[in-house]
């Protein structure tokens, strides 16, 4: 979780929104995920999607993984998870916008998924970040990208 | 006079409380009035004495007999009366007491308010687009959902060609009438490439995005990088199945307007697992409608 929460830092400085994503198998890190919506245009390439999609790029899976999150995945992240078959999806704050796991929409409950869900890993730090990028107080971040951040 | 004989039975997915033909009920007393001369000067002591904030989508009084409030609030009826004339108020003006059946909340749709009036008078604010959404084929006609079929028929074309499942999706800008991409299911190559999500993917390279994947058989309108263009504002999106969790939060995230799919899936979020499109706590809702081209789709 601490790579993670390092990870949305690092998105945070670039005036991205502040969501670290990274799977582990084992005590092998295998990928890591960021929000990719402002460079594609596509408002669903959360940093869950993006890290999937590394993983099946390097010929790998992401069934056997644990899922560590800075924050609660929305549903469609959630879904596509706990479809995937990660062995345990880990996360540090609730997201009361889209959360997944209980915050809006509780995924696991509609797909009958029996997949671990741990919440509240260092909860605060992932939560002051998103504060910080919500609050616009980045002083990083060019005036323009905080004018046209998207909402994760 | 040739008629285009539509074989799509379209029907709004709509939250399950517009969908009640009866709302639940609740047990009030009411009493009558003795003197009629005196009715509104009583409604008007009533109110100050013993106001019912929970019960103000009823009206107070239904001919000569006044709400006096919620069953549950006293044990008996003349409890109630001791309570009123305790506060100070003049029960003589006061008859008989009893318990009624009323509805709990205001109706959302005009048979609720049909249902509602009979047991005790009721307001209600007509909206003419859940009317117009409950009515026959969505309140759309013949024609519309002829153009509507006309798209399905490119979502087909899709799912038949499809490397994954036999299903596809066409996202179509109803203003302009041009269809901005189409995909078909890819799941074979990738788990996660739903035609929804293809189709969603092919949209953001169409407004000079970079997109996430490279696809070959599927297809996008170049050069849609408007400034107006963004995500899929404004936009249709054309499905051959009920999307899956995964695509229908994808299309809030991407705020498309319409959703229109033929046949419901048993892993579908858009009315058979629910209805996420209803979610109140979400940011962005789009209108969902099922049952267009349903047999073409069920024989996929
Ligand atoms: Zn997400
Ligand atoms: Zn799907």
Redesign the pocket.
């Known amino acids: 979780m601490e790579r993670a929460l390092e990870l949305a830092e690092r998105a945070l400085a670039k005036g991205e929104v502040p969501v670290g994503c990274i799977f582990v198998r084992g005590s092998c890190a295998i990928a890591t995920g960021a929000n990719d919506v402002n460079r594609t245009k596509n408002a669903t390439r959360h940093a869950e999607m993006d890290c999937v999609d590394k993983v099946l790029k390097s010929g790998d899976s992401a069934r056997d993984c644990n899922a560590h999150l800075t924050v609660e995945p929305c549903a469609m992240c959630a879904a596509a998870l706990l479809n995937l078959k990660v062995e345990r999806l880990i996360y540090g704050c609730p997201n009361d916008r889209f959360g997944g796991c209980g915050s809006v929409v509780d995924v696991a409950a509609l797909l009958g998924s029996q997949i671990p869900i741990i919440s509240a890993v260092l909860p605060d730090r992932a939560m002051a970040l998103l504060k910080q990028f919500y609050a616009g107080t980045n002083p990083n971040a060019p005036l323009s990208k905080v004018k046209t951040k998207k909402p994760k | 006079m040739k008629k285009h004989i539509s074989s799509s039975n379209l029907e709004a997915v709509l939250e399950d409380i517009l969908l009640v033909d009866s709302l639940p009920s609740v047990e009030v007393y009411a009493a009558t009035v003795t003197h009629k001369k005196r009715l509104s000067e009583v409604i008007l002591r009533l109110n100050t004495v013993m106001p019912v904030p929970d019960l103000q989508h009823l009206k107070r009084i239904n001919g000569l007999r006044i709400l006096l409030c919620k069953a549950c609030s006293f044990r008996t009826g003349e409890d109630a009366i001791a309570d009123l004339a305790a506060r100070g108020f003049d029960v003589t003006s006061l008859g008989s007491v009893e318990k009624v059946s009323v509805v709990d909340r205001l109706p959302t749709t005009r048979r609720q308010f049909e249902a509602a009036k009979n047991l005790w008078p009721v307001n209600f604010h007509e909206d003419k687009l859940v009317e117009k959404a409950l009515s026959y084929r969505a309140g759309f006609c013949e024609e519309e959902v002829g153009g509507f079929e006309k798209w399905m028929e490119m979502a087909l074309e899709a799912a038949r060609r499809s490397t994954g499942y036999k299903m596809g999706c066409a996202i179509v800008d109803p203003k302009s009438g041009k269809v901005i991409s189409v995909a078909g299911d890819r799941r074979g190559q990738h788990p996660l490439q739903?035609s929804?999500?293809v189709a969603m993917d092919l949209v953001a390279k169409s407004q000079g995005g970079s997109g996430a994947w490279e696809t070959d058989q599927d297809y996008y309108l170049t050069g849609n990088d408007s400034p107006d263009a963004y995500l899929c504002t404004g936009y249709d999106a054309y499905l051959t199945h009920e999307?899956?969790?995964?695509?229908?939060m994808a299309f809030v995230h991407s705020r498309i307007k319409r959703v229109f799919y033929g046949v419901g899936s048993p892993?579908g979020a858009l009315g058979t697992l629910t209805k996420l499109h209803t979610t109140p706590a979400l940011n962005h809702h789009y209108e969902v409608y099922r049952g267009l081209l349903s047999d073409e789709c069920l024989k996929l």
């Open positions: 739903h929804p999500m999307p899956c969790v995964m695509c229908s892993d």
